[in-house]
């Protein structure tokens, strides 16, 4: 069982489709995180939010969005994907930047 | 940004054998985190260790952080710790962003 739940569980979707990630998190933190883990490749950081604030955007393309409504939320929107984007999508929490943070169980994306 | 290197790549072992594993960094890390990856991809965190030593059960792992390294170590190995172990920091100029080693595969067979 975890503090951080994340929905779908797995993913396909086309180049041409749109879809939305969901992370919520039980813990009461405040600053909660995208990484993405690709095949043979070490987990990347995404974005970060703080307080609802992004604080961090790692290069990532246009093509994925981010949104945090409120603490406990954070989500990512999908459009207009490459099959290079295929991968597993972990979100993350803390309380505060500094501290130790806590993953769901991830999405499992596949782009055909 | 900041290089990890995990070490060894891929382990495995009998039930019951010990092991260590060990996370080298480029640089000064805080926060840093030992996690467990289980098949289904979930990350289990083992320790939040940003110095000195720790342990759980049959787990425990030291970090030196003037050395910039840390090791996990396993005792008495059992099929369930099968998965991939990441090790992972960050530094404080960019809080909040984990660098992450490339893991360490451990097979445990019975």
């Known amino acids: 069982e975890t503090g951080v739940t994340q929905t779908p569980r797995h993913l396909v979707m086309g180049m041409t489709n749109k879809k939305s990630l969901k992370c919520e998190q039980h813990l009461g933190h405040n600053a909660m995180y995208w990484y993405k883990q690709s095949a043979k490749k070490p987990l990347e950081l995404m974005f970060v939010?703080?307080?609802?604030?992004?604080?961090e955007n790692n290069s990532v393309p246009s093509r994925f969005s981010p949104e945090c409504p409120n603490s406990s939320h954070l989500f990512l929107h999908l459009h207009t994907l490459q099959p290079e984007d295929s991968a597993l999508y972990l979100c993350a929490s803390s309380q505060g930047l500094a501290l130790e943070q806590y993953f769901g169980p991830g999405t499992r994306l596949t782009v055909t | 940004g900041i290089q990890v290197e995990q070490s060894p790549p891929d382990l495995i072992l009998q039930e019951g054998a010990n092991s260590t594993l060990r996370c080298n960094f480029s640089?000064?890390?805080?926060?840093l985190q030992w996690f467990h990856q289980n098949p289904w991809g979930q990350l289990i965190n083992l320790f939040y260790i940003p110095s000195g030593t720790k342990q759980n059960g049959r787990l425990s792992a030291t970090t030196v952080a003037t050395e910039r390294y840390s090791l996990l170590y396993i005792s008495s190995s059992q099929t369930t710790d099968s998965g991939v172990y990441f090790c992972?920091?960050?530094?404080?100029?960019?809080?909040?962003?984990?660098?992450f080693g490339r893991g360490t595969q451990l097979t445990v067979w019975p």
């Open positions: 992972a920091g960050d530094r404080g100029s960019t809080l909040g962003r984990l660098y």
């Open positions: 640089d000064s890390v805080n926060n």
């Open positions: 939010y703080s307080l609802e604030e992004r604080v």
